[in-house]
């Protein structure tokens, strides 16, 4: 659990909303206080600029100036005192309760921590001890005036303690809905990304225990990337499924090609050592094993060349030829084989005059394959059609026979290794379901192309390219 990512970002979400907390309860808290500290500061500043301008031609405290300043105080709801040598000689606060001017006996040379009246050159902030009182309840600002006297003008801390826990609530609710829309998006990401990616990695260890058909990735809601993902993965899996199938009808083919002819060679060995094969037929039934281990030579001869290709891209010796002369021998070859089933090749050339970029051999090889493969798959006193033809620079090869054909769902697999239709099995005995891979092989490493059209019980034909030189 702790290893997955999802718990990463659980971890990470709450660490985020800590780092918060503190954060509110650290820099937040003291910027909000020094902000609204230096609000009230201005506020005093600006307003008792205001009360001095309006006394300043006042020179004796009397009941009109004392009624002034109650005034004052009563609007900016400030306490206000006047102090003359060191002496209160008014107070807002008595002069509010208590309606007389008795001026209060405190010293505000103490009050001021020692601070005297005449040191007051500016309007001075002063947030200690004052009226008094032991503790800090008050945010005075103190104005100096001429003949030793200055006025002061102070807020209770409750007011401003007030607006800093307002500021802070509104800090505080600003912080829950970002955790509660962070939360939203946490739980987005559960579904939209976290949900997504444990099911492709529950089908890879599926995949990686050989379950390929393991069908977990088949509903996703979206197209995005982890979709795409997704599907990738899921088209692998159904690659490799294929992949193993082929790899288990190989064994099987390969198991049943070999199988055949080794219990051939042993039986007719056997049949030969205990004398149930006489010496005067013995060369007919060492013809049919010396055939047999020919077969097997083949074979494994065309497995260990397709195994070559795989491992290293096909070497070409490229030459220029005319295709007409490295044809003729190959339809050649094939006249016994043609007789004995009554069939005809019927080879046709636009021009005698073709001559073709590759390798010789090689394409010997492709010609040779082909015109078997249809020998072995015609009816008897049928024909087999070489069509050879030309369009700009490429020649097109047609081999049609009129053959059994290939069912509609084997079309597509003829050039896979070792495949054999159904209907070809019991016709095709000395074929291996390798020399069709061989022509694909060597076709596509000339970069060139072949298709197959088949019809079952009409026949088949095979087309495929090839460079022309002028």
Sequence with gaps: MRSTIYYKFILGY??????????????????????????????????????LSEIETYSVFDMELKNKLDSFSDITNTRMCLV?????????????????????????????????ISEIKNPTVYDGPIYGQKEKTYYSVIFPMNNMACLVISTDYSNITDEINLSMGEYYILFLAFFFFSLIILLLFTFAVYVPLRKISKAAREYAKGNFKYKGLEKFNNEDEIYKLGMSLNFMASKLSDIEDDQKKFLSNISHDFRSPLTSIKGYIEAMKDGTITPDIQDKYLDIVLFETNRLTNLTQNILTL??????????????????????????????????????????????????????????????????????????????WINISDKNDVIFVSIKDSGIGIPKEGVGKVFDRFYK????????????????????????????????????????EFIFTLKRKK
């Design 307 to 384: 195994n070559s290709w795989d491992d290293s891209p096909m070497h070409l010796t490229i030459t220029e030829f005319n295709l007409y002369e490295m044809l003729k021998p190959i339809t050649d070859s094939f006249e016994v084989k043609c007789k004995r089933k009554g069939i005809t090749l019927d080879v046709s050339f636009s021009t005698k005059a073709y001559r073709v970029s590759g390798d010789k051999e090689k394409l010997q090889q492709v010609f040779y394959n082909l015109i078997d493969n249809a020998i072995k798959f015609s009816y008897e006193n049928s024909t087999i």
């Design 421 to 460: 239709t159904d209907l070809s099995r019991g016709k095709d005995k000395t074929g291996s379901g390798l020399g069709l891979s061989i022509v694909k092989e060597i076709i596509q490493a000339h970069k060139e192309n072949i298709n197959v059209i088949s019809t079952e019980g009409v026949g088949t």
């Design 14 to 51: 709450f660490l985020f909303a800590l780092l918060c907390i503190i954060f509110i309860n650290t820099w937040a808290t003291e910027n909000s206080r020094q902000t609204i500290m230096d609000k009230y500061s201005d506020k005093l500043k600006n307003e008792g600029t205001a009360v």
């Design 84 to 116: 003359l040598n060191n002496e209160y000689i008014y107070d807002s606060a008595h002069s509010m309760n208590n309606s007389s001017s008795k001026k209060t006996e405190k010293n505000p040379r103490k009050e001021f921590e020692n601070k005297h």
